[in-house]
């Protein structure tokens, strides 16, 4: 069910919206494989109407299920708004849709959301990726003599070129 404000309901007070809102009714579309959502939205917000348009106030909290994309592991991300404000014009070219009497204030929600979503989701700023393993025996040692190196670097180098 989306988020919906009466405008009526706004004529003699504000109103305070608090609750959680499913991912299913969020509807954003997950396709990043680093970044899920498993737990709803929860939301505490207060909603005024101003002359010509709605000023939304408060805060959001959405857990997000990532993996970290330098070692893989799992982790929870808390994706916090807090002080979120948003303003929707109810007239003029910029007007949000009016049906009923109300205004939906989910794609709102759902953009905002969106544009905080980690780039890179990390476990921890010094993550320093996967353990790195020894994929072949170093081509020199300390007294620059070449070792034996790696099947690939022994068949490139068996190429001859003309020059």
């Known amino acids: 069910m989306p ?31 680093v970044i899920r ?10 909603i005024q109407k101003l002359e010509e348009g709605l000023l939304i106030q408060g805060s959001l909290r959405l857990p997000l299920q990532c993996v970290c994309v330098r070692c893989l592991k799992s982790f929870q991300h808390p994706l916090v708004l807090n002080a979120w404000t948003l303003h929707l014009p109810l007239q003029g070219e910029d007007a949000v849709p009016v049906i009923n009497d109300c205004v939906d204030l989910t794609p709102f929600l ?19 990726g996967l353990p790195r393993k020894n994929l072949g025996k170093a081509r ?19 190429l001859k070129f003309n020059t």
């Open 110 to 128: 759902r953009e905002d959301i969106l544009l905080e979503f980690p780039q890179h989701p990390l476990c921890e700023p010094e993550c320093r």
């Open 3 to 33: 988020m919906l404000v009466n405008l009526r309901h706004l004529q003699a007070d504000n109103i305070r919206l608090e609750g959680e809102m499913s991912v299913e009714e969020l509807d954003i579309d997950t396709s990043d494989e």
């Open 140 to 158: 020199n040692t300390s007294s620059g003599q070449p070792r034996e190196g790696s099947p690939a670097w022994d068949e490139l180098n068996k």
């Open 37 to 46: 959502l498993a737990q709803p939205l929860e939301y505490d917000l207060e």
